[in-house]
């Protein structure tokens, strides 16, 4: 894609510098027959960047209006109204000049920049290209323009801009009218406007001046999943953690868990507890550079891995409260089945509780399940193949069920289990007197084919 473009330069380039030539050749064809341009027309159709200009002149040296028409007629030609900014042709004479006005900037977010002001003669597009060996490169952004003049346009990015990057902010055509940007992947569509000049208009911005300060921000939130903890928004400078701690007499305490970060804007990171969090519980999250930069978190048990401080030298911690409702499960797991052969369990949530899982790929795999937790297990094989615990016996045949979807089991009923089911997903307790009486789960339907062991312990 990147060379398209080069490609596209060239041949834009190609077009200007062709002036000269044109001037003779709009003399030579101003004396021509419009039969005899209309040759020309037809010959050129395929012929998109050099001879484009030659059906512009003829065009306004023409007064048979019918070479206008098939010129605006041919969508490969995308550079007729390009052309038409040449002052030969009188019947553009009054077109007006399109401009975009973009500042060097450090957007926030980062995905995002601000184009301060575009005019436009026609509707079009505002495309962000990256820059490429001083050029204009691939596209990663655009936003439909209307005719006329726009202040304060926002475009959204393909991903975030990086520190002192250049982009080119480039008004581009919406050539043919089907409100679809294609350019560059289709480079004979949707082509970049030029000024009454022939220049393109495509000004050239840094996107992030110098590095944003570290930032942190956690809210007060209820959890979905109890050992489920979400950092909502922030800046790191470097990789690093962020880190969720116990409260311990109003400061941070035992470390509950921590999910690495890279570079860049943090957006409702996920860290997995090791425990379940408390009904108005008061915790501490923290930002956290990994120094020395080795991936290993070993802040708390040596000089490593400290808080991230913001601009002014603060540490970034902050204390915020999680609200847990009554039943809200402590651990997610989602199953699926690979046909009548195997459960799959393919995901753990919190991400970290994928150890209890033997294989996330495996048919069958074993898991373990701790005592007094409560689970919510996303069967997505059923109604197919409801999922059970059970006390398994010497052959499947002879395993006793103590628990399952459908509403079956001993345990069924238990208050402690609290068993709810809604479509493929149900959730339960286990209990100790339930986790006593379990040792495998199964499919209720192929019950010798998707069955393994579960191991229970106490947290
Ligand atoms: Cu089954």
Known sequence: MKLQCLALVCALALVIGCSDDESSNNA???????????????????????????????????SNNSNNSNNSNNSN??????????????????????????NDQTPDPRDEVLIARVVSP???WLAIHEEDNGSFGDVIGFIAVTEGETMDITVS????????????????????????????????EDRPMLDNDGK???????????TPDNTFTVNDQTATITTLAIANS???????????????????????????????TLSDIEVGLSRPAVDQETLHASLHVDMPADGNF????????????????????????????????????????????????????????EAWISDTAADNPTFTLNETWRYEV???????????????????????????????????????????????????TLTPALAAATDFYRCNIHIMMMRAAVTTQTP
């Open 28 to 62: 030579n064809n101003s004396n021509n027959a419009n039969n005899v341009n209309n040759v020309n027309n037809v010959n050129n159709v395929n012929n998109v960047n050099n001879v484009n200009n030659l059906n512009n002149l003829n065009n306004s040296n023409n």
């Open 77 to 102: 030609n995308s550079n007729n109204s390009n052309n038409s900014n040449n002052s030969n042709n009188s019947n553009n004479m009054n077109r007006v000049n399109p401009v975009v006005e973009v």
């Open 122 to 124: 026609a509707a079009g």
């Open 157 to 188: 990015l393909d991903r975030e801009a990086t520190e002192n990057e250049m982009l080119f902010a480039i008004l581009h055509r919406e050539d043919p009218t089907d409100n679809d940007f294609t350019f560059p992947d289709d480079q004979t």
């Open 200 to 210: 393109l208009v495509a000004p050239r911005f840094t996107a992030i001046q110098g």
């Open 234 to 264: 922030g800046f790191s400078q470097v990789a690093g953690w962020v880190v969720i701690r116990e409260d311990n007499g109003g400061q941070p305490g035992a470390v509950l868990g921590q999910t690495a970060v890279p570079v860049g």
């Open 298 to 353: 070993t802040f708390g048990t040596a000089t490593e891995d400290a808080v991230a401080q913001d601009g002014q030298g603060a540490d970034l911690v902050t204390s915020y409260t999680v609200t847990v409702a009554a039943g809200t499960p402590d651990v997610q797991f989602r199953v699926q089945a690979n046909g009548n052969t195997g459960f799959n369990i393919v995901e753990a949530t919190p991400a970290r509780y």
């Open 378 to 428: 996303i069967n997505e094989a059923y109604p197919n193949h409801p999922f059970e615990l059970v006390t398994a016996g010497a052959t499947a045949a002879e395993d006793i069920v103590q628990l399952g979807q459908d509403n079956v089991g001993a345990f069924a009923a238990d208050v402690d289990v609290a068993l709810v089911e809604n479509n493929d997903t149900f959730q339960f």
